[in-house]
């Protein structure tokens, strides 16, 4: 089994991040009592907010990726060719972000490492497959070296700010969690296999949050001097995570549910789970009854998918427009319950236009996918998870907007943080664990403040 080396023309730019203006009026008379630098502390469009944006959507689309390529290998799928394709078009994507700080040398550099522990980890889906366990030995042992020098990379490019020791150890769980999760998926322990995942995904947000406070400290200029790492910006990346999550678990689902697969329980239940936590968000903002209505109606459309890939199984075209039919309504319902709670900051005909893009999107993925045309089948998957970067940007800016005294501003350090992935000092210590301990603090705080809140 052979890596498809033909991509998918995608590229995920810092264009395709739309302008959270584009969703969220910004409603000047709400701000009219703050200061500059207030105002910029709630911001959520800064140039280190798109940088890390950037890197979020494109770090957490690898993990889902890899996941899912592997997945293929091991059913051995007819897709597995483009599943994989969509891979390394995403390590393209990751390779210009990368070349766009560090120089085309650079890029080129990481990307040869990079691809190499894809290269490794389809060594290993193919060891697995043949029951060759000397093979799947040599594999993990390339993945051992991989690490070694994508952390030399790491710290050389970043002038010690991300330590070579720190990336190990984080790239020690990155590596664990896809080969955890796959050897799962292939004893059958689907629901193991399932939280692995999201737990990758999730993980990958934080090292995306981790490399941009590397970048905006070494190049300052790059980010005209703003912090990517401040609440109102930790609430953009924390929806951006969960919305395209959402996306590519809806695909996944779906192709299960088309293929009859003995997962598909599984992968409907981790796609209920990200519904969930979109939900407990909402809630922490607007009030549990605000977030019990949210999850009544965004759980309905995920119903309304549902019954969309029943009826193309049964050929049932009527069943097949009822469902399409109940997802407009859908979209007419969750456009005005956001219009209403955000007090117009996202106002429901904008709404209404990307929710209608989004069902699009996925109905043409799982389309294409039942035809046979795998190559339009991801290609439409990737446009879905880079658009849902737009609900979380829209969504943000909103929020932040509507509660600026829930999100103070914070400078930007002296120096990087002396743990971790955060800068030179200090590299024996824990990696993630300031990482881990800020996200739950931000998150504890956010949600005590806003419980009080009610629609």
């Known amino acids: 089994m052979k890596m498809n080396k033909l991509l998918v023309a995608l590229p995920l730019s810092l264009a395709m991040l739309v302008p959270t203006a584009a969703l969220a009026d910004s409603h000047g008379s709400h701000s009219s009592g703050t200061n500059e630098s207030a105002q910029t502390a709630v ?38 060719d483009q599943a994989s394709a969509a891979l390394l078009a995403n390590s393209d994507d990751l390779t210009a972000a990368v070349s766009s700080v560090y120089g085309e040398e650079g890029g080129a550099a990481f990307q040869e490492i990079w691809n190499s522990h894809i290269g490794y980890f389809v060594d290993y889906v193919s060891a697995t497959a ?41 790239l020690d769980m990155h590596v664990d969690q896809l080969i955890t999760a796959f050897d799962a998926y292939v004893e059958g322990d689907f629901e193991t296999a ?167 999107q996925l109905l043409a993925s799982f389309d294409s996918y039942v035809a046979g045309d795998y190559d339009a089948a991801y290609a439409s998957m990737r446009e879905a998870y880079a658009h ?8 943000s800016a909103a929020i932040t907007d509507q509660f600026p005294e829930q999100f103070g501003g914070a400078e930007m350090p002296e120096k990087m943080p002396a743990t971790g992935f955060g800068g030179a000092e200090g590299a024996g210590t824990i990696p993630y664990l300031w990482i881990f301990a800020g996200l739950m603090l931000a998150a504890l705080t956010t949600t005590m403040a806003f419980r009080a809140r009610k629609q």
Request: charged fraction near 25%; avoid cysteine; glycine fraction near 8%.
């Open 194 to 360: 399932y939280t692995l995942e999201r737990e990758a995904i999730h993980h990958m947000s934080m090292f995306a949050e981790t490399l941009s406070i590397a970048i905006a400290d070494q190049f300052p200029e790059l980010v005209d001097g703003t912090n990517p790492d401040t609440p109102a910006i930790d609430l953009r990346a924390t929806l951006n995570y969960t919305f395209t999550e959402h996306a590519g678990l809806a695909v996944m689902a779906m192709q299960d549910g088309a293929d009859g697969a003995a997962s598909f329980d599984q992968a409907a239940g981790a796609l209920m789970a990200n519904a969930d936590d979109l939900s407990a968000a909402v809630a922490s903002v607007y009030g549990e009854e605000a977030g019990a209505q949210f999850a009544e109606i965004w759980g309905s459309h995920i119903g309304y998918f549902v019954d969309y890939v029943k009826a193309t199984g049964a050929g049932d075209t009527e069943a097949q427009e009822q469902a399409k039919a109940d997802l407009d309504g859908y979209i007419v319902e969750q456009a005005a319950l956001l219009d209403a709670a955000t007090e117009g900051r996202v106002p429901a005909d904008a709404l209404e236009e990307g929710l209608t893009m989004h069902v699009s």
């Open 43 to 80: 911001a959520t469009d800064t140039a280190a907010a798109e940088l890390r944006i950037q890197l979020d959507t494109v770090l957490t689309e690898h993990a889902f990726l890899a996941v899912e390529a592997m997945r293929k290998g091991a059913d051995g799928a007819e897709d597995f």
């Open 388 to 395: 849902m970067t737009m609900p979380a940007a829209g969504l």
């Open 130 to 170: 043949e029951g060759d366990q000397a093979a799947k030995d040599e594999a993990l042992a390339a993945l051992e070296e991989y690490k070694k020098e994508q952390s030399a990379f790491f710290d050389s490019a970043s002038e010690g700010r991300l330590p070579a020791a720190a990336i190990q150890e984080g």
